[in-house]
Every structure is written in C-alpha cells, then in structure tokens.
C-alpha cells in the first residue's frame, strides 16, 4: 500500500527499491513472488503485490490492504518514506530451506515450541501432515482435504476454531463423553492422528474426508442455508436455524450437528430443532450456566443419544429435565432488562406470531413488532 499510494508522487526508483521486497525474477526475466503464501491467501496476496487487487471483503488480506491504504492516504511523502524505513528495519526476513519433509516437520515444531504459539488450527495441519508424510495417507490429497476444510468455514463461520472443538466431541473416532476446552482438543487431536492405525478408518487422508464433510454440513447450519430437502423443508429448517442464531452462543452447534449428521427423517429433524430452540430460550433466559457447563452437557447428551433407538423423544426428555421450569422463566421475564438486540427481537416477533397467528418472518424490526403507542393499539386491546 505504500508503494501504490507513492505512485506518481517520488521517482520510479523509490518505487522500484520497494518492489525489490516483493517481486523478483526467474532466470527468464519473468516476475515472480519472493514471497509466496498458502494456498488460501496467495491469489490476493498476488493481486496486491502486482498492483489489481480485486476488491474481495471476505479476504483478511484485502482487509488488511483496504485498512492501511486508508490510513496513509492523506500523509505526505516524507510521513510515508518514514513508516517505509521504519517497517523494513523492525522487520527482518530468514529463509530456511530443507532438503526433505522430516527436517522441515523437525524444524516447524523446534520454532513453534520456542516461539509465539501456534494456533490449534495450524497445529492440527501441520500434525496430518507429518502422518501423511509417514505413511499414514496420500501427502497431497489430505493437504488438499485440509485447506478446503479451513476455506470453508474460514470466511463463512464466525468463530469458525470452535468446528475442531466441536468435530472432535462429537466424533465417535475420539469417544469423549465430557467437555474439553479450546486447549485441551489439540491433544487429543494429536493423540488420535499419531495412533491413527489403531482406529477403524483408513489413514489420514479419509480421516481429513470425514473432517471436510461435517465441515460442509457445520457451515450450512451456522449460516442457516441447509438445502439437501425439498423447498419446503428448507425453509422450514433454515427459520429455526436463523431464530437459533439470534440468541448466540456457540455451544448449541455440537447438538445441532449432530442432529443433522445421525438423523435421517425430514421431520424428526425439525422436531429436534424446535425442541433445542425452546431450550434455548429457556436457557438463554433463565439460566446462568456456564460457557464450560453447558457445553460438557450437549457433549455428554449427543453420547446418550447415538444409544437410544427414539433420538428425538430422548432428547427432549433430557432438555426438558435440565431446562429451567416454567415458573423460572416467568420470573427471569419480568425481572429481565432488555437492550435493543437481536435476541430482544426474537422475542417480541414470536410473542407476535402467537398473539395474531400469525408468521411475520425474522426480518420484523423492533419499532414494528412495539412500537411507541404499543399500549394504545387496537391489536393489544381487543
């Protein structure tokens, strides 16, 4: 960005002494990255370095471009030349080159463990990876499955870290039966891949299908844009679904998953929904379980319910024992302070579909559904 907005306003040679950083050429004379990114990012991180962006708001890099284009926009030359020299000497480069994947395997862990932290996700890839590299799967085909997990849910998802969180309680590959915490699942993640032999699927590569699978099905439930049904049902499960987002929380995806990967009957899944979302409301309201809490409950309820032959009469007995009663909920209404917010929406649109009998979707605004003469309308009052 420094360089683009330098365009025309310094000499082609402060350009040029910019561009050395980031293009360089092959023995042909032809411009090549010097610096080439994973496979997710790099056609951006390609565009920005060549000058055509192409606008793109679910890429992080084209954000970050926007970002900082608009933040030197209105500097002078010399503000500009100074963040220039400024970044280059506080930001040295080191190539590292290996000549074969067990030493780069060896390398990546030595700076993982004495630098920053990785994240859990580039833990997970690079761990694969290695058992692939072993023998344990085709190297290619379980990258190729793994970027195209993360792409999926990367700009499609928020939180979208919790999938692996989630995937491995549910998983009957990792038999968890309790809640385990944003830290703790890379162990058991690692646990599982380095022994994968001992399990009953075939290597990393069908390890990292399966993955890439729920991945898909995970982000058709966030978003509420299921399809595998007829029109009808869709719609049908995708209001739930978008009615369930409003009241936030990423805990409920475990049960929902699960929902629509072990049951098959169209009805018997928007059963199950409606179910979970009365809970929820219950919950949500009236409850003030823990995050840790109630995600050990939806964990330890999807064990139970993959050994009950009537799924969705056992689930609703087991929300139904833990939901707060009716008495509770009655009270946490009355003394609730409400913000202006999607769930105080959700509130008063269902309050209004049963009041009239009506469906007036989920696109109902608050003004709308109580407006200022609320308690002077006639459809109050009759």
């Given at each position: 960005m420094i360089r683009e907005r330098l365009r025309g306003d310094v000499l082609n040679s402060t350009v040029e002494g910019i561009n050395k950083y980031l293009i360089d050429k092959d023995p042909d004379?032809?411009?090549?990255?010097?610096?080439?990114?994973?496979?997710?990012?790099?056609?951006?991180?390609?565009?920005i370095i060549n000058g055509n962006v192409v606008s793109n708001e679910e890429s992080k890099l084209w954000q970050a471009a926007e970002y900082y284009a608009d933040k030197i926009q209105d500097l002078t030359v010399s503000e500009i030349k100074n963040i220039r020299d400024k970044v280059l000497q506080a930001m040295p480069g080191v190539l590292i080159e290996t000549y074969d994947e067990d030493s780069a395997f060896l390398l990546f862990e030595t700076l993982n463990d004495r630098g920053l932290e990785l994240s859990n996700v580039g833990s997970m890839k690079n761990t694969l990876l290695e058992a692939a590299d072993a023998g344990d799967g085709d190297y290619e085909s379980v990258r190729e499955n793994w970027e195209n997990t993360v792409s999926e849910l990367r700009y499609d998802v928020d939180r979208y870290e919790k999938f692996?969180?989630?995937?491995?309680?549910?998983?009957?590959?990792f038999d968890i039966n309790d809640s385990i915490s944003e830290r703790t699942v890379l162990d058991y993640f690692e646990r599982v891949v380095r022994n994968i032999h001992e399990y009953e699927i075939l290597g990393t590569e069908a390890f990292?299908?399966?993955i890439y699978k729920k991945t898909s099905i995970y982000r058709t439930i966030v978003n509420a844009s299921i399809s595998r049904y007829t029109d009808s049902t869709n719609n049908k499960i995708n209001d739930i679904l978008s009615r369930l987002r409003n009241f936030g929380s990423t805990q409920k995806r475990i049960l929902m998953l699960y929902i629509f990967t072990r049951i098959d009957n169209e009805s018997s899944i928007i059963r199950a929904l409606l179910i979970v979302e009365s809970y929820d409301v219950r919950k949500g309201l009236a409850s003030d379980e823990t995050e840790n809490t109630v995600t050990q409950f939806y964990s330890t309820t999807c064990s139970t319910?993959?050994?009950?032959d009537h799924q969705v009469d056992f689930l609703q007995s087991e929300l139904v024992i833990r939901a707060p009663s009716d008495?509770?909920?009655e009270t946490a209404m009355m003394r609730k302070t409400f913000a202006r917010s999607d769930r105080i929406r959700y509130i008063l649109t269902r309050y209004e579909q049963t009041l009239m009998?009506?469906?007036q979707g989920n696109e109902e605004q608050i003004e709308h559904i109580a407006p200022r003469s609320a308690f002077t309308?006639?459809?109050?009052?009759n």
């Amino acid at each position: 960005m420094i360089r683009e907005r330098l365009r025309g306003d310094v000499l082609n040679s402060t350009v040029e002494g910019i561009n050395k950083y980031l293009i360089d050429k092959d023995p042909d004379g032809n411009r090549e990255q010097n610096l080439i990114l994973n496979t997710l990012d790099n056609e951006t991180f390609r565009q920005i370095i060549n000058g055509n962006v192409v606008s793109n708001e679910e890429s992080k890099l084209w954000q970050a471009a926007e970002y900082y284009a608009d933040k030197i926009q209105d500097l002078t030359v010399s503000e500009i030349k100074n963040i220039r020299d400024k970044v280059l000497q506080a930001m040295p480069g080191v190539l590292i080159e290996t000549y074969d994947e067990d030493s780069a395997f060896l390398l990546f862990e030595t700076l993982n463990d004495r630098g920053l932290e990785l994240s859990n996700v580039g833990s997970m890839k690079n761990t694969l990876l290695e058992a692939a590299d072993a023998g344990d799967g085709d190297y290619e085909s379980v990258r190729e499955n793994w970027e195209n997990t993360v792409s999926e849910l990367r700009y499609d998802v928020d939180r979208y870290e919790k999938f692996f969180q989630h995937y491995v309680m549910l998983s009957p590959i990792f038999d968890i039966n309790d809640s385990i915490s944003e830290r703790t699942v890379l162990d058991y993640f690692e646990r599982v891949v380095r022994n994968i032999h001992e399990y009953e699927i075939l290597g990393t590569e069908a390890f990292t299908e399966d993955i890439y699978k729920k991945t898909s099905i995970y982000r058709t439930i966030v978003n509420a844009s299921i399809s595998r049904y007829t029109d009808s049902t869709n719609n049908k499960i995708n209001d739930i679904l978008s009615r369930l987002r409003n009241f936030g929380s990423t805990q409920k995806r475990i049960l929902m998953l699960y929902i629509f990967t072990r049951i098959d009957n169209e009805s018997s899944i928007i059963r199950a929904l409606l179910i979970v979302e009365s809970y929820d409301v219950r919950k949500g309201l009236a409850s003030d379980e823990t995050e840790n809490t109630v995600t050990q409950f939806y964990s330890t309820t999807c064990s139970t319910l993959a050994q009950s032959d009537h799924q969705v009469d056992f689930l609703q007995s087991e929300l139904v024992i833990r939901a707060p009663s009716d008495d509770d909920f009655e009270t946490a209404m009355m003394r609730k302070t409400f913000a202006r917010s999607d769930r105080i929406r959700y509130i008063l649109t269902r309050y209004e579909q049963t009041l009239m009998s009506g469906d007036q979707g989920n696109e109902e605004q608050i003004e709308h559904i109580a407006p200022r003469s609320a308690f002077t309308a006639n459809k109050y009052t009759n």
